[in-house]
């Protein structure tokens, strides 16, 4: 829903672009970590991730196609960092470890890391949240994923008892859970469409005219 209300707006309005950017490296950390020769027998995550890599390298492009200079920059930088890192990892991964019990380690650490990165990305938004007492540019249903998907895979890592799958979605549906109380305290307090709000901070500045839909 966010894409497409950028899509269809041409513009980012005040979304922030850190979920998107986060995401890439996310999907592509797990989909390392679950080939054969890191560990094996995880189709499940490959399969999963692979869709979920073409799916935010959409977002970007929309993203990006809508975008300032100024955020252009910034998540090019990003780009240019992920992509140092992740050279670095898989060259560390393959010639410095050769077993897959310390190749599943060194790399399900770093799978943790960025995916609670990517769980907690949405939070960037929560200052804008607490000060404009709206939840607009907070979608709803992001939350709302990331929460399921939090469960649902810390389920599944009981089942095939990995730590690693563990930690980072057990850790990332406890990051929903806040956004979504975060998201229930000011979603009264959200401009609704075609109604006039104040601005919180300067109660004396001139109403602005809400035209936008919610997510």
């Not at 980012?12 to 850190?18: A, D, G, L, Q």
């Not at 490296?25 to 692979?50: K, Q």
């Not at 998907?149 to 980072?168: C, K, M, Q, T």
Request: hydrophobic fraction near 50%.
């Amino acid at each position: 829903p966010t894409m497409w209300r950028i899509f269809k707006n041409k513009s980012v309005e005040e979304f922030k672009f850190h979920p998107i950017v986060a995401g890439i490296i996310n999907c592509f950390m797990w989909v390392f970590y679950s080939m054969p020769f890191v560990h094996p027998h995880s189709i499940l995550v490959t399969t999963i991730n692979s869709v979920g890599l073409v799916m935010y390298i959409c977002y970007n492009i929309v993203y990006l196609r809508y975008a300032n200079n100024q955020k252009r920059k910034s998540m090019f930088m990003y780009y240019l960092a992920e992509v140092v890192f992740l050279a670095a990892l898989i060259s560390i991964t393959l010639l410095a470890f050769h077993t897959h019990t310390s190749r599943s380690t060194f790399v399900g650490i770093f799978c943790d890391v960025f995916g609670i990165i990517l769980y907690g990305a949405p939070l960037t938004v929560m200052y804008k949240v607490i000060k404009t007492k709206s939840v607009e540019f907070m979608p709803l249903t992001l939350s709302l994923a990331g929460l399921s998907n939090g469960v649902i895979w810390s389920a599944y890592a009981f089942i095939r008892f990995d730590p690693y799958i563990l930690i980072g979605n057990g850790v990332g549906a406890i990051l929903a859970v806040a956004q979504l109380i975060l998201y229930a305290c000011y979603y009264g307090s959200t401009p609704k469409e075609g109604k006039p709000v104040k601005d919180p901070v300067k109660p004396t500045a001139p109403q602005v005219q809400m035209t936008v839909s919610a997510v």
